[in-house]
């Protein structure tokens, strides 16, 4: 098997020059956006964490300069292009950005004496390094607040880098956040972490070489950083649209808007500046309605009718919008058209979706006849760099109808393996079936060669002309992505069938995270763990007493199913952990051995070998597991 990236076909070349001769390549202005108010670049933009271990390398992404390779989409290339562009940016005198240090961007917001600080990027490293770039430019002014847009790790996961858990609880740093922040965050990144994380290595290409054959960016930004996910919880949430709050003389009205890109979301208007924060709800992408890493469908209904309160409460006043991806759009009329076309964006796929759903097509027939109108086709900042028309609108009908597609055929289907070796059977064996692969690859038909391939592979994971012949579609059919996830999903996948699994990169259900969990969540994220046929014929509970907080919790392990309860339980449990709250994450991690417990400082009452019972059942993620063969 060859174990270097193969040149573009003529196919994909071909499509790639249709496609320069379709979109309006001439249009520089986010050219000139991007690069507007640079005031530093950090040099070189690499940052490492305590053991020297290099966690952000924006300098990776020098290649980047000149046409798109026949290897890379233009429309894409155009875009990393514009998203590698880092540095501290001033948007408006008083508002500072640092984009290009991690997937997301950081704002600071100048008041009387120091800065509030909007997002805080993924990783504490990252963080640290965007603080130190404003300090060097624009003095060591003292973080006053933080203020979350939303639940998402690339927005929280930098706080440390910012300031300390002790500023927080003293209240010398408001930390803001929307109504429901902590608990989504929390379901997302701890009670499918695992899942979503191993995913999320493949959609951000997060083992793949930068280069023209590799990784080129994820389209709402280049990718994510590696270093330490940190969380300090909101000391205020926001709960209203028109809410107010000043913090150093920095005046911010919020706009609640749960149920769009994140399930808590915000938006921040600056009067005083004249300008809007939108938060993730309008970037210079069509943005997913589910993630290709996996989370809860999001709502387009709600996303434009939030973008349409935007324009009604902050248009008249508003002449920069800037955002937590991506640069900033200025003046008010280009606001305006901006907003508007971003709303008219989600309001038209979930609408057309719709329609065509009532008139009987299934998911991926509509993906396939769904055309945006020529305004928004030809609009840079609706381009499906991150969310896709095809993926979103599989994603509108799940949210509607679900998986099922009212055909019974597909009621009741076989796995995966088991569709393979009968259709492997039907085409003759692999060997047949991995010749029409190869001749829907030599016509250019890469999404039949990889779904003949998928077959020959669950068949027989260990073939290697199917190993290779699917690496090299995989290959094609990320060089013909306009997505950046989608490029990177693909090269991923080519990656790991030439080099082997490489595990999950950047893990967000990290424990500064999980050490904040309420009690509830900690004992829901070990349910998470129980193996229910292991457990179907045990019985116990186990009381836990948190001396600190004074709460007392009951779990029962029954039916295969962990409980739990902090109403009072009439007789003794089998044994008793007696600790204080802080002390709980040890069991959500599953070390539940009576010497592990007590070496933590926990007391035992009862009967100890109820905890190696309990430990004996559970079943933790995996990290690694296989994504492209059984």
Same mark, same amino acid.
């Given at each position: 098997?060859?174990?270097?990236?193969?040149?573009?076909?003529?196919?994909?070349?071909?499509?790639?020059?249709?496609?320069?001769?379709?979109?309006?390549?001439?249009?520089?202005?986010?050219?000139?956006?991007?690069?507007?108010?640079?005031?530093?670049?950090?040099?070189?933009?690499?940052?490492?964490?305590?053991?020297?271990?290099?966690?952000?390398?924006?300098?990776?992404?020098?290649?980047?300069?000149?046409?798109?390779?026949?290897?890379?989409?233009?429309?894409?290339?155009?875009?990393?292009?514009?998203?590698?562009?880092?540095?501290?940016?001033?948007?408006?005198?008083?508002?500072?950005?640092?984009?290009?240090?991690?997937?997301?961007?950081?704002?600071?917001?100048?008041?009387?004496?120091?800065?509030?600080?909007?997002?805080?990027?993924?990783?504490?490293?990252?963080?640290?390094?965007?603080?130190?770039?404003?300090?060097?430019?624009?003095?060591?002014?003292?973080?006053?607040?933080?203020? #979350?847009?939303?639940?998402?790790?690339?927005?929280?996961?930098?706080?440390?880098?910012?300031?300390?858990?002790?500023?927080?609880?003293?209240?010398?740093?408001?930390?803001?956040?929307?109504?429901?922040?902590?608990?989504?965050?929390?379901?997302?990144?701890?009670?499918?972490?695992?899942?979503?994380?191993?995913?999320?290595?493949?959609?951000?290409?997060?083992?793949?070489?930068?280069?023209?054959?590799?990784?080129?960016?994820?389209?709402?930004?280049?990718?994510?950083?590696?270093?330490?996910?940190?969380?300090?919880?909101?000391?205020?949430?926001?709960?209203?649209?028109?809410?107010?709050?000043?913090?150093?003389?920095?005046?911010?009205?919020?706009?609640?808007?749960?149920?769009?890109?994140?399930?808590?979301?915000?938006?921040?208007?600056?009067?005083?500046?004249?300008?809007?924060?939108?938060?993730?709800?309008?970037?210079?992408?069509?943005?997913?309605?589910?993630?290709?890493?996996?989370?809860?469908?999001?709502?387009?209904?709600?996303?434009?009718?939030?973008?349409?309160?935007?324009?009604?409460?902050?248009?008249?006043?508003?002449?920069?919008?800037?955002?937590?991806?991506?640069?900033?759009?200025?003046?008010?009329?280009?606001?305006?058209?901006?907003?508007?076309?971003?709303?008219?964006?989600?309001?038209?796929?979930?609408?057309?979706?719709?329609?065509?759903?009532?008139?009987?097509?299934?998911?991926?027939?509509?993906?396939?006849?769904?055309?945006?109108?020529?305004?928004?086709?030809?609009?840079?900042?609706?381009?499906? #760099?991150?969310?896709?028309?095809?993926?979103?609108?599989?994603?509108?009908?799940?949210?509607?109808?679900?998986?099922?597609?009212?055909?019974?055929?597909?009621?009741?289907?076989?796995?995966?393996?088991?569709?393979?070796?009968? #259709?492997?059977?039907?085409?003759?064996?692999?060997?047949?079936?991995?010749?029409?692969?190869?001749?829907?690859?030599?016509?250019?038909?890469?999404?039949?060669?990889?779904?003949?391939?998928?077959?020959?592979?669950?068949?027989?994971?260990?073939?290697?002309?199917?190993?290779?012949?699917?690496?090299?579609?995989?290959?094609?059919?990320?060089?013909?992505?306009?997505?950046?996830?989608?490029?990177?999903?693909?090269?991923?996948?080519?990656?790991?069938?030439?080099?082997?699994?490489?595990?999950?990169?950047?893990?967000?259900?990290?424990?500064?995270?999980?050490?904040?969990?309420?009690?509830?969540?900690?004992?829901?994220?070990?349910?998470?763990?129980?193996?229910?046929?292991?457990?179907?014929?045990?019985?116990?509970?186990?009381?836990?007493?948190?001396?600190?907080?004074?709460?007392?919790?009951?779990?029962?392990?029954?039916?295969?199913?962990?409980?739990?309860?902090?109403?009072?339980?009439?007789?003794?449990?089998?044994?008793?952990?007696?600790?204080?709250?802080?002390?709980?994450?040890?069991?959500?991690?599953?070390?539940?051995?009576?010497?592990?417990?007590?070496?933590?400082?926990?007391?035992?009452?009862?009967?100890?070998?109820?905890?190696?019972?309990?430990?004996?059942?559970?079943?933790?993620?995996?990290?690694?597991?296989?994504?492209?063969?059984?």
């Amino acid at each position: 098997m060859a174990t270097t990236p193969e040149p573009a076909s003529p196919a994909i070349a071909h499509r790639h020059r249709e496609l320069l001769r379709q979109l309006p390549f001439s249009d520089t202005q986010d050219f000139d956006d991007a690069s507007r108010g640079l005031i530093a670049r950090r040099e070189p933009n690499a940052v490492t964490d305590a053991d020297g271990r290099v966690v952000w390398d924006n300098d990776t992404y020098g290649f980047l300069h000149g046409d798109a390779p026949d290897t890379v989409n233009p429309s894409l290339w155009r875009q990393s292009q514009l998203v590698a562009t880092a540095g501290l940016f001033e948007v408006v005198p008083g508002i500072y950005q640092v984009r290009g240090m991690d997937l997301s961007n950081t704002t600071f917001v100048e008041g009387d004496e120091g800065v509030v600080v909007i997002d805080t990027l993924l990783s504490k490293e990252t963080g640290a390094a965007a603080l130190a770039l404003y300090r060097e430019h624009r003095g060591d002014r003292p973080v006053k607040a933080i203020v #979350y847009t939303h639940s998402h790790a690339d927005h929280y996961g930098g706080a440390k880098g910012f300031v300390t858990q002790e500023q927080a609880d003293s209240g010398a740093v408001a930390i803001f956040a929307p109504e429901g922040f902590v608990e989504h965050a929390v379901a997302e990144n701890v009670y499918a972490g695992t899942a979503m994380n191993r995913r999320a290595g493949y959609m951000y290409g997060a083992a793949l070489d930068r280069g023209v054959r590799g990784q080129v960016g994820a389209g709402l930004g280049q990718t994510l950083a590696t270093g330490e996910v940190t969380f300090v919880p909101p000391t205020h949430l926001v709960t209203t649209t028109g809410h107010q709050e000043t913090v150093d003389g920095v005046r911010m009205v919020f706009q609640m808007a749960p149920g769009t890109e994140a399930p808590a979301e915000m938006l921040i208007h600056l009067p005083d500046f004249h300008a809007l924060c939108a938060a993730e709800d309008a970037t210079h992408t069509f943005h997913n309605l589910l993630t290709l890493r996996g989370a809860v469908v999001r709502d387009p209904h709600a996303w434009a009718k939030y973008l349409n309160q935007t324009l009604d409460l902050f248009g008249g006043n508003t002449e920069v919008v800037f955002a937590s991806h991506h640069w900033p759009v200025w003046g008010a009329d280009r606001v305006t058209g901006f907003l508007t076309a971003q709303r008219d964006l989600y309001a038209y796929v979930h609408d057309q979706t719709l329609r065509l759903m009532n008139k009987g097509l299934t998911g991926p027939e509509i993906a396939e006849e769904l055309v945006l109108p020529p305004a928004l086709d030809r609009a840079w900042h609706a381009r499906g #760099y991150y969310g896709s028309v095809s993926h979103n609108v599989k994603a509108v009908y799940q949210r509607y109808l679900g998986w099922f597609d009212g055909n019974p055929a597909n009621l009741w289907q076989h796995t995966p393996t088991g569709r393979a070796h009968r #259709y492997t059977e039907l085409a003759g064996g692999i060997g047949p079936l991995v010749e029409a692969a190869r001749r829907a690859f030599d016509a250019g038909d890469f999404r039949w060669a990889a779904e003949l391939l998928n077959h020959a592979l669950f068949t027989d994971p260990a073939h290697q002309g199917a190993r290779e012949l699917q690496a090299d579609t995989f290959e094609q059919l990320g060089y013909g992505a306009e997505n950046g996830t989608w490029r990177n999903v693909y090269l991923s996948g080519a990656t790991e069938l030439r080099h082997g699994p490489f595990g999950t990169p950047t893990r967000t259900n990290a424990p500064d995270v999980i050490a904040h969990l309420s009690a509830e969540m900690l004992f829901d994220a070990l349910a998470i763990q129980v193996d229910g046929p292991r457990a179907w014929d045990e019985h116990l509970t186990v009381d836990v007493a948190l001396t600190d907080t004074g709460e007392r919790h009951r779990l029962t392990l029954a039916n295969g199913v962990l409980t739990h309860t902090s109403a009072a339980r009439p007789g003794t449990a089998d044994v008793t952990i007696t600790t204080v709250r802080a002390a709980l994450p040890v069991l959500a991690g599953g070390a539940l051995t009576a010497s592990e417990l007590q070496a933590a400082g926990i007391v035992l009452e009862g009967d100890t070998s109820v905890l190696d019972r309990l430990v004996a059942v559970l079943d933790p993620g995996d990290p690694d597991f296989a994504i492209v063969t059984p």
